[in-house]
């Protein structure tokens, strides 16, 4: 739809102008509102009930996990390694846990698979990746030691029995441990987290770590013809300006067309390359989609003037997700992405719970038909566990109307709604002050605001009184020359307990609104989990939610729309979901 002042070519020119002015100019407004925290979570609270245990997301039986590692499909398994503390709920004497599964959804757990036990990594066993190597049909594991004086290393573990399917021991070798150290300029207390390999043309492997340098956060490139011995690359693989550590660093080739999955190292005209980092300073990954420039041994991304700025960078997920790692699934060529979310209620809290943390549900991804983003969506797997359905379809929500979706354990769930916008007349003016803090915009409203077109959305982990609620919800707005499309999950109500970390997040979702006319949303609920994927799969949010009627009640769904203009669900499909046995101790084997 055309507006009066796209016609008129003077009106265009100065709209424009002004548009660049205030998106210079806002760059001090958009720094002053960001947030420094490391793991946010609430300094105190008083609730701790099981209830807040999840179902059907990936956690051991107790204590504390953080990043996923290694994750690898080996002769027909699964395996998960996971950041884990055997002794407590929080972070802290570090080993690599270990499970194993066949579909992803259902797992076994097994033994520690790397304890600190050598002086190169005595005070943990941090992140790291598995490689499989082609030749030898073998996996290795890189990982990082920290040692007595906490400088970091990275090291290497050997499967101890090839023939045992489950990979239970590994090895870590002294004769070569560790495999690359901090040296010259490197801060050794900032040097972690190597990646899967890649191998080039020329024969040699490579690898990326996070490392600091003069204060800078970057992507070092490591070489190696053996997988043992590395040579530091003379340039990083990546290193804008702008930005602290990178942890966990991720590289990977996605396919310009269709979504089947690659390998590792794979390069060639059909490929884009993704690299991800966990920048620790905000708590959130963000991806550059660029090429791998192999004569150069350098990630060079699309955009680069734009994305020198690293708040111009996408993040898989606008939520409470971090330090996350993919896989090539060479079962059934598809790439999977694991991410960790942490815990948000208060350290004492997890303590009395004895649990901290959970693994996403497994993500698969791919690129976007516009080359632009990538797209994420749970594994097709997770549907085995989808049991009563409760459906809607062509149902008309007016200005203020109020959908109570009935006969479905709304706690533990996954609910997919599609929704139609007939018009998108009164769709309110877009603030582009805020074009690079969507956060913010969705922290300026609730989901009760009217605006024009939206809010729309769902209420999730609704009490019957709908005191405690969960609103996650789009808004469309007009800016200049486009509408933009605004997805928000707003904790702020999720519970009465006033002591809690109850943030708001904030994304766009890049569609073309204005062509398609509809917008789904799919959300996981599993007691304190809400992870939402708008707009199928592009914009994504995970949430923690502690809401205080869950110890004692039942929880409630609604469809909503708060906007001043009727829009339609197309359909509205929502089911229960079964409890798959994640790591419970058992005699029964995978094969
Ligand atoms: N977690 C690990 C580090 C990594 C950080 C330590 C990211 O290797 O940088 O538990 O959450």
């Not at 996605?254 to 490929?271: I, P, Q, W």
């Not at 719970?353 to 976007?368: H, N, S």
Request: charged share 25%.
């Amino acid at each position: 739809m055309a507006t009066p002042h796209q016609s008129n070519p003077i009106w265009l020119l100065i709209l424009f102008c002004c548009y660049y002015f205030i998106l210079s100019e806002k760059v001090e407004v958009v720094e002053a509102t960001r947030r420094n925290f490391f793991n946010p979570q609430s300094s105190d609270s008083t609730i701790v009930s099981s209830v807040y245990r999840t179902s059907y997301h990936f956690q051991p039986p107790h204590n504390w996990i953080n990043d996923p590692n290694g994750p690898m499909y080996y002769k027909g398994i699964y395996h998960l390694f996971y950041q884990y503390n055997p002794k407590a709920a929080v972070w802290g004497n570090i080993t690599w846990g270990h499970s194993v599964s066949t579909d992803m959804i259902n797992w076994i757990p097994l033994d520690i698979a790397l304890n600190p036990t050598k002086p190169f990594d005595i005070d943990g066993c941090w992140s790291g990746s598995a490689t499989i190597l082609p030749s030898l049909n073998k996996p290795v594991i890189l990982y990082t030691g920290s040692n007595q004086e906490k400088h970091q290393a990275q090291n290497i573990a050997f499967p101890k029995n090839l023939s045992d399917p489950y990979l239970i021991e590994w090895i870590k070798p002294d004769e070569y441990n560790p495999v690359m150290s901090a040296t010259g300029d490197i801060n050794p207390a900032q040097f972690r987290d190597p990646t899967t390999g890649w191998m080039g043309s020329d024969g040699y492997w490579r690898v990326a770590l996070g490392a600091e340098i003069g204060g800078v956060g970057m992507a070092l490139l490591y070489k190696s013809k053996d997988f043992v011995r590395w040579e530091r690359a003379d340039k990083p693989l990546h290193s804008p300006r702008g930005s602290g550590m990178w942890e966990c660093p991720d590289f990977y080739p996605v396919a310009l067309e269709g979504k089947r999955g690659m390998e590792t190292s794979l390069n060639s005209e059909d490929v884009k390359h993704v690299l991800k980092m966990s920048l620790g300073e905000t708590h959130s990954d963000h991806y550059l989609l660029g090429r791998y420039d192999e004569e150069k041994d350098m990630f060079i991304q699309d955009n680069e003037e734009k994305e020198k700025n690293y708040r111009f960078w996408r993040r898989y997920d606008y939520g409470n997700f971090y330090a996350s790692k993919s896989f090539f699934d060479a079962g059934k060529e598809r790439r999977i992405l694991w991410g960790w979310s942490n815990e948000s209620d208060s350290k004492p809290d997890d303590i009395a719970k004895g649990w901290a943390g959970i693994q996403t549900i497994p993500r698969m991804v791919w690129l976007d038909e516009n080359g632009k983003q990538l797209v994420q969506w749970p594994i097709k797997e997770l549907e085995s566990l989808r049991r009563k359905r409760v459906h809607f379809h062509d149902i008309e929500l007016k200005a203020g109307g109020l959908l109570n979706i009935k006969g479905v354990k709304a706690s533990q769930m996954d609910v997919d709604v599609e929704f139609e916008l007939p018009s998108l007349e009164k769709a309110g003016p877009f603030d582009s002050l805020l074009a690079l803090d969507p956060q913010v915009l969705c922290e300026k409203g609730n989901f009760s605001t009217q605006s024009g077109i939206g809010p729309f959305g769902l209420l999730v982990m609704t009490s019957l009184n709908k005191d405690e609620l969960t609103a996650i919800y789009f808004k469309i707005f007009e800016a200049y020359d486009r509408h933009v499309v605004l997805m928000c999950s707003d904790q702020r109500r999720s519970s009465l307990r006033p002591e809690l970390y109850l943030p708001v997040y904030g994304g766009f979702v890049d569609i073309d609104i204005e062509k398609e006319r509809r917008i789904s949303l799919r959300t996981l609920v599993d007691h304190s989990v809400v992870e939402s994927f708008g707009g199928e799969g592009r914009t994504c949010m995970t949430a923690r939610v502690y809401p205080a009627f869950l110890v004692t009640s039942k929880a409630y769904l609604h469809a909503f729309n708060n906007g001043s203009e009727t829009i339609r669900i197309l359909h509205l499909n929502a089911w229960n979901m079964a409890k798959p046995s994640i790591n419970v101790a058992q005699d029964q084997f995978l094969i």
